[in-house]
Nanobody, 121 residues
């Protein structure tokens, strides 16, 4: 069994910062790509940022220059540092990881429980 546990969401004023964390635990053999998605009310879930096991990153155009994704492979944890937050960043943020499990050596996609980020104007 594998779990992704998120922390760090909350309420912040426009221009402020938040840091999300997502820790993976369980029968993990290795973790490939990890990422963050978000879903605002009435909208589809969208990719915010992703990072490979080697540290290559990509970002949605809307967050480039403001958000930074990083990971600590020793801790099986991915982070999302969000600066210069805007009201339009308000959404539920979900972490995502592609994990090879010990028992099967197959890769599965796992999701965190979701963290509410609310940016007030």
């Amino acid at each position: 069994q594998v779990q992704l546990v998120e922390s760090g969401g909350g309420l912040v004023q426009a221009g402020g910062s938040l840091r999300l964390s997502c820790a993976a635990s369980g029968n993990i053999f290795s973790i490939n790509a990890m990422g963050w998605y978000r879903q605002a009310p009435g909208k589809q879930r969208e990719l915010v940022a992703a990072i490979t096991s080697g540290g290559n990153t990509n970002y949605a155009d809307s967050v480039k220059g403001r958000f930074t994704i990083s990971r600590d492979n020793a801790k099986n944890t991915v982070y999302l540092q969000m600066n210069s937050l805007k009201p339009e960043d308000t959404a539920v943020y979900y972490c995502n990881a592609h994990i090879l499990v010990v028992t099967t050596q197959y890769e599965y996609t796992y999701w965190g429980q979701g963290s509410q980020v609310t940016v007030s104007s």
